[in-house]
């Protein structure tokens, strides 16, 4: 009997997990798994205590930007014997790159997300944009967000166009404007360069634009559910993952849903959007290798990916499970093309793994970028 743990207790998302332990149980004969619900956060301490102790789970969930830090730790198990080319070609390229540390391979993508452009075509139509037609540039993005601004006074708003840092951060903006993330791939800064300093002064003007009090009462409304302004339809356009469009079917279904690939910085830069996701590991020291291996390929394989990819309404890494998902009976016509939008953005979509030679350097970057 495996032991096998996630973070996944919510009520839409054990169900799921369950579900497919479950499947999986039964087709096999001779391997079993127990699922083991741990807080966010509070698993991988464990795992880590659990691989310190010697008696670590037989397979986890963890993070994907973190895989080869936690090979070049030895935290977890190289799956290097159970792979060929063929089955490393199933799962999005720019994924599967983040599984590879010195050679070794150290888990097997699950899920994914992207960032896309989510707009109201009602307000498109009501301020004369073609609502079929959504921005292209970063130029765009303030011309139709001015005209879709309704001003009360000089200095208050009931409805704002567009502000860029509600759902995603500055740095989803940098990626975006070079095409490629800040640091290079051996850890090297490529931070403080003429196209990132104009980024940060756009998001200083489109702060400036609506002003701090604006900008905090929104916000306010932003770490809602239900009362998020994009759903009250305070908001024409927002950036966000994949996974906002189930919060928008949920509490808003009283407009037409525009969705877009994230605008170009300037014409020719490219749509680059970001992405993170989870992958399956064997955590190392585990003592049923070839069993918890049985599981994972039943997990990232086509049957468990299509359940949780379409159930969810999540990105899974598996491609044609992906694909399958935006064809299922599962979702309907306007749920297909919505996923069908956020396949197709995978090869706009980048990772941004942790370099190992600078494991952390959020921890100097963020808040410099906080102080702009």
Do not use: C
């Not at 993170?276 to 590991?281: L, M, P």
């Not at 309907?332 to 941004?352: F, G, R």
């Amino acid at each position: 009997t495996l032991d096998f743990w996630t973070f996944w207790g919510s009520e839409l998302r054990r169900p799921i997990i369950d579900r497919i332990v479950d499947d999986f149980n039964k087709d096999s004969e001779s391997t079993k798994v127990n699922h083991t619900y741990n807080p966010y956060g509070d698993i991988w301490t464990k795992e880590l205590a659990a691989i310190s102790a010697g008696n670590p789970p037989d397979v986890v969930i963890n993070e994907i930007n973190d895989t080869a830090i936690r090979g070049m730790k030895k935290r977890a198990e190289d799956l290097s014997q159970y792979i060929d080319e063929e089955f490393a070609d199933k799962y999005f390229p720019h994924l599967w790159e983040t599984m590879i540390y010195d050679g070794g391979v150290y888990g097997i993508p699950f899920t994914t997300d992207t960032r896309v452009l989510f707009y109201n075509k009602n307000h498109f139509k009501e301020v004369g944009l073609d609502p079929e037609a959504a921005p292209k540039t970063w130029e765009d993005l303030v011309d139709y967000g001015n005209k879709l601004d309704i001003r009360d006074d000089e200095d208050t708003f009931s409805r704002l166009g567009f502000y860029p840092l509600y759902n995603v951060g500055s740095d989803v903006w940098l990626i975006n404007a070079n095409g490629k993330n800040y640091l290079d791939k051996d850890g090297t800064p490529n931070i403080d360069t003429e196209t990132n300093v104009d980024v940060m002064n756009w998001l200083v003007e489109r702060r400036n634009h609506y002003g701090k009090n604006t900008i905090d009462r929104f916000q306010s409304q932003v770490d809602g559910d239900q009362s998020h302004p994009f759903l009250t339809q305070q908001l024409s356009m927002v950036v966000a993952t994949g996974t906002f469009y189930k919060q928008i079917k949920d509490y808003a279904q009283d407009f037409d849903l525009g969705v877009a690939l994230i605008p170009e910085y300037k014409p020719g830069t490219g749509n680059t959007s970001w992405g993170g996701g989870f992958v399956v590991e064997i955590p190392y020291g585990a003592k049923n290798k070839n069993q918890s291996w049985e599981f994972i390929e039943y997990l990232t394989e086509q049957h468990a990916q299509v359940l949780w990819g379409s159930l969810n309404f999540d990105n899974v890494a598996h491609i044609e499970a992906a694909e399958s998902v935006a064809s299922s009976s599962e979702l309907n016509e306007k749920d297909q093309s919505v996923y069908d939008v956020l396949n197709k953005n995978m090869e706009h979509t980048i990772l941004t793994p942790m370099p190992v030679k600078m494991p952390n350097y959020y921890e100097v970057a963020n808040p410099i970028l906080e102080d702009i």
